[in-house]
């Protein structure tokens, strides 16, 4: 049984094609599809800060505290009326000098 050999022989003619060029790089729809998501997690970004920002005028956050709640040097400091729907753990509760501090009470309180 004799064996074929095939040979390729370049042809020495030019050819009209230029040289062979690869494409490096993402082409077609998973370009597309790689722009959709960075677009998505843009907008994602900017609705987060956004909440963010709402959040933090709606509550009130300031560099001094949290609505009528103040920092001070001496401790905290709450101006106004407020509710505590968890037990309030204090050393010492003062109320200004010029008015009285007024407690209505729903539950058990227990003073030292």
């Keep these: ?3 074929e050999q095939y040979t390729h022989h370049r ?3 030019p050819s009209s094609e230029g040289p062979q060029v690869y494409k490096v790089g993402i ?8 722009y959709f998501f960075v677009l998505l997690l843009m907008i994602l970004i ?6 963010t920002i709402w959040i ?13 709640l103040r920092i001070t040097d001496k401790g905290l400091k709450l101006e106004g009326d407020s509710e505590f729907l968890q037990p309030l753990y204090a050393k010492e509760i003062q109320s ?3 008015s009285t501090a007024m407690r209505k009470r729903s539950g058990d309180f227990s003073g030292i």
Excluded: E, H
Excluded at 27 to 34: E, V
């Design 46 to 51: 900017l609705v987060n800060l956004a909440m």
């Design 11 to 13: 042809s020495t003619m």
């Design 27 to 34: 082409y077609g729809w998973r370009k597309r599809c790689l």
């Design 56 to 68: 933090l005028k709606v509550m009130n956050f300031t560099i001094d505290g949290m609505g009528n």
């Design 1 to 3: 049984m004799p064996q």
């Design 96 to 98: 200004r000098p010029v």
